[in-house]
């Protein structure tokens, strides 16, 4: 069982920059592939990002490509997404999620674990 938990959100204005972090349970976080989703008010769940175990092999959504950075810390057993150039279509409640596999992708259902979320509030 792994549990993960997110915190970093906020409240950050256009052309702003946060820092989310996902810190996991378990000694086996190290084998495993992580994602950050979002979901905006009635929207549905969204890929963001995502990290091979090693942090070897990373993959963004278009939407925010060039603009947001996910990495990871494997001794710290946590996972990063720095957020840049932050605009309002950004604000959602971000989550982190673990995948029993040494890569993942976009979709949701390839991930076992999943934190609570953190709101980031982009204003205009």
């Known amino acids: 069982q792994v549990q993960v938990v997110e915190s970093g959100g906020g409240l950050v204005q256009a052309g702003g920059s946060l820092r989310l972090s996902c810190a996991a349970s378990g000694r086996t976080f190290s084998s495993y592939a992580m994602g950050w989703f979002r979901q905006a008010p009635g929207k549905e769940r969204e890929f963001v990002a995502a990290i091979s175990w090693s942090g070897g092999s990373t993959y963004y959504a278009d939407s925010v490509k060039g603009r947001f950075s996910i990495s990871r810390d494997n001794a710290r057993n946590t996972v990063y997404l720095r957020m840049n150039s932050l605009k309002p279509e950004d604000t959602a409640v971000y989550y982190c999620?673990?995948?029993?596999?040494?890569?993942?992708?976009?979709?949701?259902?390839?991930?076992?674990?999943w934190g609570q979320g953190t709101q980031v509030t982009v204003s205009s």
């Open positions: 999620a673990a995948a029993r596999s040494s890569y993942s992708g976009s979709y949701p259902n390839e991930y076992d674990y």
